[in-house]
T-cell receptor, first 109, second 112 residues
């Protein structure tokens, strides 16, 4: 059983559509990170959410951290082909970074 | 500056070769990591170094040998690898082991 359940696994949408990716756990995390990774490149840190109920915005991306700090979501408004990639949520557990399984997003023009 | 650099970008090696992957960061981070990643999957942790000492080895086969010469450098020595070891190898660093991690661009390794 994954400590962080991420959904959906795959998402293929048209340019201009909105989407939401979910990251859920039965455990409390002190913080959660969201990364975006393009093929053949390393994951790039998008945001860290720390406080329960926190909302952070990065241009068309909105990140939320659940009140109980067990879940998080990433919402993209008006998706563009440049948003295509693998989106990963991750949280620190002990000395390790625990990853969700990832969401492969494809935005078609 | 949040840059982690890795060399080489690509590596092709035979099963009898010995090669090394290199990673460098100048952010003053005291924790460094090696991950292995297969296509469309999340990174899998291999090793964690904290203050230049190996703190976690995720039961990685001995054909992978990490080394941390100083607080800015991390190496991964490879010997007698198998074709199934072909993957993207990622290095990451963080201020400490419970802080957010910053990843390098990776080394694409192909074992023939």
């Amino acid at each position: 059983t994954q400590l962080l359940e991420q959904s959906p696994q795959f998402l293929s949408i048209q340019e201009g559509e909105n989407l939401t990716v979910y990251c859920n756990s039965s455990s409390v995390f002190s913080s959660l990170q969201w990364y975006r990774q393009e093929p053949g490149e390393g994951p790039v840190l998008l945001v860290t959410v720390v406080t329960g109920g926190e909302v952070k915005k990065l241009k068309r991306l909105t990140f939320q951290f659940g009140d109980a700090r067990k879940d998080s979501s990433l919402h993209i408004t008006a998706a563009q082909p440049g948003d295509t990639g693998l989106y990963l949520c991750a949280g620190v557990r002990g000395n390790k970074l625990v990853f969700g399984a990832g969401t492969i997003l494809r935005v078609k023009s | 500056d949040t840059e982690v650099t890795q060399t080489p970008k690509h590596l092709v090696m035979g099963m009898t070769n010995k090669k090394s992957l290199k990673c460098e960061q100048h952010m003053g981070h005291r924790a460094m990591y090696w991950y292995k990643q297969k296509a469309k999957k999340p990174p899998e942790l291999m090793f964690v170094y904290s203050y230049e000492k190996l703190s976690i080895n995720e039961s990685v086969p001995s054909r992978f040998s990490p080394e941390c010469p100083n607080s800015s450098l991390l190496n991964l020595h490879l010997h007698a690898l198998q074709p199934e070891d072909s993957a993207l190898y990622l290095c990451a660093s963080s201020q400490a082991t419970y802080y957010e991690q910053y990843f390098g661009p990776g080394t694409r390794l192909t074992v023939t």
